[in-house]
């Protein structure tokens, strides 16, 4: 499975982007998929994940303004950003499970995006 992470850049506080995870090779349309970062100076984080049927969670940071959504005719994944603040700065990578169901844990996610940097402005 190879994942390609595109849709970052420099957006003011406040504003929106969408970041988009495309699969090729073995596609994960079965498995469970999440978004990571990483921040200047900082461990990554776990962002999100959505699993095969769709369900999601969120970390308590980004609960209300992240949304994962994914088309699996496609083997894409969304992320949704909205309201964005400084501190969402960092590198956004996505990641496929190897199972339809996953948590918050990396090691739960064996493929790995190259990532696409998101930077907020004040």
């Known amino acids: 499975v190879q994942l390609q992470a595109s849709g970052g850049g420099l957006v003011q506080a406040g504003g929106s982007l969408r970041l988009t995870c495309a699969s090729s090779?073995?596609?994960?349309?079965?498995?469970?998929m999440g978004w990571f970062r990483r921040a200047p100076g900082k461990e990554r984080e776990f962002v999100g994940r959505?699993?095969?049927?769709?369900?999601?969670y969120y970390a308590d940071s980004v609960k209300g303004r992240f949304t994962i959504s994914r088309d699996n005719a496609k083997a894409t994944v969304y992320l949704q950003m909205n309201s964005l603040k400084p501190e969402d700065t960092a590198v956004y990578y996505c990641?496929?499970?190897?199972?339809?169901?996953?948590?918050?844990?990396?090691?739960?996610?064996?493929?790995w995006g190259q990532g696409t940097l998101v930077t907020v402005s004040s």
């Open positions: 090779g073995r596609t994960s349309s079965n498995n469970a």
């Open positions: 990641a496929s499970g190897i199972r339809p169901y996953a948590g918050w844990e990396a090691s739960e996610y064996r493929y």
């Open positions: 959505i699993n095969w049927s769709g369900g999601t």
